[in-house]
């Protein structure tokens, strides 16, 4: 069964650093990858999908992510951050023709 | 388009009683997916539609919970009787295929008091 592991909880940058958030998957085959991002009290936005193809993603906000297949990794980057980008994202993986399973998410914390 | 639609936004009710939250998916999408989150076990799928039909409801957590989807424009979730447990915020999402983009709704805040 695909599984999708956010290893952090909480992450906390300052305002105009540079971001990270891992994402690692369990799937025997490459699956459909994605990440989420979630304001308070509001349903989740997509933020990028990779399904095949060039393996860095472009997405909306001037975020971006790498598939390492090696690695199993989905990690989702962004080289400057805004207080607004303060939020919950999710990773999530769907296997071709099957349902999307998502992370636990990572609560991102913005300092001025 | 208006996006997901999700009705009421807010529920509060007594232990016990019947709760039937609602859901308007996008014109045009297939597939019509309940998820319900919580600080504990995060965002968890509960059921999901193709084509109005139920493909998967192995995430239902008890048969206190069902769904429907009686046309392409509209699903309930049902929670018969309901307990404190089943507190959480239920999303309905809709997509044009099984894994494709998720579009979200704003969610229902269920208190079960």
């Known amino acids: 069964a695909q599984s999708v592991t956010q290893p952090d909880i909480h992450i906390t940058v300052s305002e105009g650093a540079s971001l990270e958030l891992r994402c690692n998957y369990s799937?025997?085959?490459?699956?459909?990858l994605f990440w989420y991002v979630q304001s308070p009290g509001q349903g989740l936005q997509l933020l990028l999908k990779?399904?095949?193809?060039?393996?860095l993603v472009q997405g909306i906000k001037g975020f971006e992510a790498e598939f390492k297949r090696s690695q199993s990794s989905f990690n989702l980057r962004k080289p400057s951050v805004h207080w607004s980008d303060a939020a919950e994202y999710f990773c999530?993986?769907?296997?071709?023709?099957?349902?999307?399973?998502f992370g636990k998410g990572t609560r991102l914390h913005i300092l001025p | 388009d208006a996006g997901v639609i999700q009705s009421p936004r807010h529920e509060v009710t007594e232990m016990g009683q019947e709760v039937t939250l609602r859901c308007k998916p996008i014109?045009?999408?297939?597939?019509l997916f309940w998820y319900r989150q919580t600080m504990m076990r995060g965002l968890e799928l509960l059921i999901y539609?193709?084509?109005?039909?139920?493909?998967?409801d192995s995430g239902m957590p008890e048969d206190r919970f069902s769904a429907k989807m009686p046309n392409a424009s509209f699903s309930t979730l049902k929670i018969q009787p309901s307990e404190p447990r089943d507190s959480a915020v239920y999303f309905c999402?809709?997509?044009?295929?099984?894994?494709?983009?998720?579009?979200f709704g704003s969610g229902t805040q269920l208190s079960v008091l």
């Open positions: 999402a809709s997509s044009l295929g099984s894994n494709e983009k998720l579009f």
């Open positions: 799937y025997g085959a490459t699956p459909y």
């Open positions: 990779y399904f095949s193809g060039d393996t």
């Open positions: 999530a993986v769907g296997p071709p023709g099957d349902k999307i399973i």
């Open positions: 014109s045009g999408h297939n597939s």
């Open positions: 539609f193709n084509n109005n039909v139920p493909i998967d």
